[in-house]
């Protein structure tokens, strides 16, 4: 919006109205032990010139015509942005970074020993193995009609004790975040044994 005519073209002020992301940064948070990556995201400027004695330009506010945008889903345990483009139909995928602490994690080695875990690490070595999360459906779960890798807890757990849970497969754990799973074919093999003798 220009305010004045003295002639000349105006650049555009306003913001990129364009859907999804125009741009991700990369921000190092330094902690007393340690450099955390964390990402956000970007609005950046339309591009567009008004010309002279013009108010406005015609259309929308972009900062490139038919320019890139991310996607702006982010992966649930890391918060790093998918890394397709905006509307993309296929399963969200990025390259992940730092695990953020939840209440399913909180208490893992970290904590102690102040190492860094990469959500794609988190599971690596660790060979078969459920992950825990919250049961979606306590009365699936008593009537046995729930997928084959769900298993429920009966005994009350930490965090929540009072929010029934389920252990759940590694391969569940990542169809619930929408990305895909960042461990390879082999890996996610091993770990897909954890409950294999219900399987069989
Ligand atoms: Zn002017
Ligand atoms: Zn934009
Ligand atoms: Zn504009
Ligand atoms: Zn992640
Ligand atoms: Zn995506
Ligand atoms: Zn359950
Ligand atoms: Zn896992």
């Excluded at 029934?164 to 082999?186: A, C, M, N």
Aim: aromatic share 10%.
């Amino acid at each position: 919006m220009v305010d004045h005519f003295c002639g000349n073209e105006h650049l555009c002020q306003e913001f990129c109205e364009d859907d999804g992301v125009c741009k991700v940064v990369i921000e190092p948070k330094q902690q007393i032990t340690r450099t955390k990556y964390i990402q956000s995201n970007e609005k950046l400027k339309c591009s567009k010139k008004i010309p002279p004695n013009e108010f406005e330009h015609i259309g929308k506010h972009t900062h490139k015509e038919d320019g890139f945008h991310y996607c702006n889903v982010k992966c649930k345990y890391c918060e790093y942005y998918c890394t397709l483009p905006y509307g993309h139909t296929q399963i969200h995928e990025t390259r992940h970074g730092n695990m953020k602490p939840n209440e399913f994690t909180s208490d893992d080695n970290f904590e102690f020993t102040g190492q860094e875990v990469l959500c794609n690490l988190k599971c690596k070595g660790l060979g078969r193995h459920p992950h825990v999360d919250y049961c979606q459906n306590e009365e699936n779960c008593r009537l046995g009609n729930q997928r084959i890798d769900i298993q429920h807890i009966d005994e009350r757990a930490h965090p929540h004790p009072d929010r029934p849970k389920d252990l759940i497969s590694h391969k569940l754990y990542w169809e619930r975040t929408g990305f895909k799973d960042p461990y390879s074919v082999q890996e996610q093999k091993e770990f897909a044994k954890w409950n294999h003798e219900r399987m069989d």
